[in-house]
C-alpha cells in the first residue's frame, strides 16, 4: 500500500498554521514548511499557534529543490498563482497535491499548471482556526474532507494521503461524491462569509433576524440553480440544511471575510461572488444577488486598500 513519507505546505495562515502544528508535532523532520525567502524567514522565526512557538523545517524555494511525496497548499485565492512558483521546486510527477483553498476553483487551475500530477479536491470544514496578526488560534481542527471527483473506491493515493492526516490526529474523510461536497462548502462560503460582511454579523445573529435568513437564502438559491445546469448534486434541501448550520454555529465566530475586512486585509470576493457572476453567465442563470454583494464588498476592500496605502505614504512622508 502506498505511503507518504516527507510532506510539506505551503501558506501558514489559519488553517495552515493550524494543519501545520499537527503535523510539525507527529512527523518532524519529514515535514516541511515551503515557501521564498520572504516566507520561509518569517517561518524559521517560528510560528505562533495556540499561544505556542514551533519551528518546523523550511524549504526556501528560492535556494532549494526537494521532490515531496505531499504538498497541502492553504494560501488564500488570489496568492495562489504565486503559490505555484514555489509549488515547482518540490515537486516532480509522483508528488500528490491538495489543495486546501475556498471556492471551486483551485483544482483545475492547478492541474492545468501540473498535468502530469494528482491534484485533489479538498476543503475544510467546521474549523474556529483565525489568525490575528502572525498568531494563530483554533479549539476545533474540524474536518479535511478530499479526494477525487468520485470516491465510489478509494484510490491508494487517496487512502494514503488520508492516513497520512489521520496519523497526526486530523479528522480526515474521502466522500463518494467529493466535488458535491466542494460546492456545497463554496455555497456556505457564498452565503455565510458575503452576508456577515454586508450585515456586520457574528454567527449569534444569523438565526437572531429574519432579514439575515432571507439573504442567505436568496444568494444561495443562486449556487443551487448555478449546479443544477452543470449537473453537480447540490438541491435545495443542502440550501435549507446549510441555512440551519449557519443559525447554529459556535455564536461568537466571525466568518473569515468579515475578518478580513475588520483587519483591512484583501478579501477572496473575487472567487465567490465574482466566480459566480461569471458561471452564471456561462450557465445562463441570473446573478442579481451575488452581482449586488460582488460590487459592494469589492468597493469596500478598495477604500479601505487605498486609506491604508495613503496612510503608509503618509507615515512615510513624516
Known sequence: MMKINKAGIIGTGAVGGMICSFLHKEYRDDFFVVGNEKRSRRVSNG????EEIIYPVVINTEKEKYALDLVIICVKNYDLNDAL??????TDEHTIILPLLNGVTATDVIQNAFPNNRVFYGIVMRTDAARVNYDVTFKACGEI????DKNIECADEVAAVRDYLFGAGLNAVVYPDMLRMLWRKWMINIGANQVSVLTGAK??????FEEIVVLLRASMKEIVDIAKVKGIHLTEQDLEDVVQI??????????????????????EIDFFAGTVMKYGEMCNVPTPINTMLYYGIKAREKVYLKEKEEELQSATVR
Not at 474532507?145 to 477525487?148: A, R, S
Not at 454567527?203 to 437572531?208: A, D, L, R, S
Not at 459556535?250 to 483591512?264: C, N, V
Request: proline letters at 5%.
Open 47 to 50: 510560528l505562533s499557534v495556540n
Open 85 to 90: 512558483k514555489d509549488l515547482k521546486a518540490v
Open 145 to 148: 474532507q478530499l479526494g477525487y
Open 203 to 208: 454567527f449569534k445573529y444569523f438565526g437572531m
Open 246 to 267: 449557519l443559525i447554529n454555529y459556535p455564536p461568537e465566530k466571525k466568518t473569515s471575510m468579515l475578518q478580513d475586512i475588520e483587519a483591512r486585509r484583501r478579501t
